[in-house]
């Protein structure tokens, strides 16, 4: 997924929120550049950043939404909705850090 720090920094301003910590951020962009790691493994990488370090004062799970839902028209997928909100709220209550867990939910709800 081609996405940089400032547009994730844009997208969650959008939804009313700032950032209040980067480290987390930084590492996540820069897992998108190893060309090992498969697409839905580089947006768990991003989901956990986001949606378990909270990097942004407020809109976590709503710049995290935004982004899978980027993802799946870039990739031509169909997101379960309702499933994918289970599943995020789920990661951020629970503060999965495997990200071979985020990975499953992730392909669970978009397919």
Known sequence: MEISKEDLL???????????????????IRMQ???KLGE???????????LVDHPFIDANKRTAMFLIFGFAEKNKKQVNRELLIHHLVSIAKKNEINIK???WRLKNAIR
């Not at 980067?22 to 590492?27: G, R, Y």
């Open 101 to 103: 867990n985020i990975e």
């Open 33 to 35: 550049e190893n060309e």
């Open 40 to 50: 839905y493994k580089k947006l768990a990488y991003l989901m956990r950043a986001i």
């Open 10 to 28: 844009r997208i969650n301003k959008g939804f009313g929120g700032s950032l209040r910590s980067d480290a987390s951020l930084d590492f996540a």
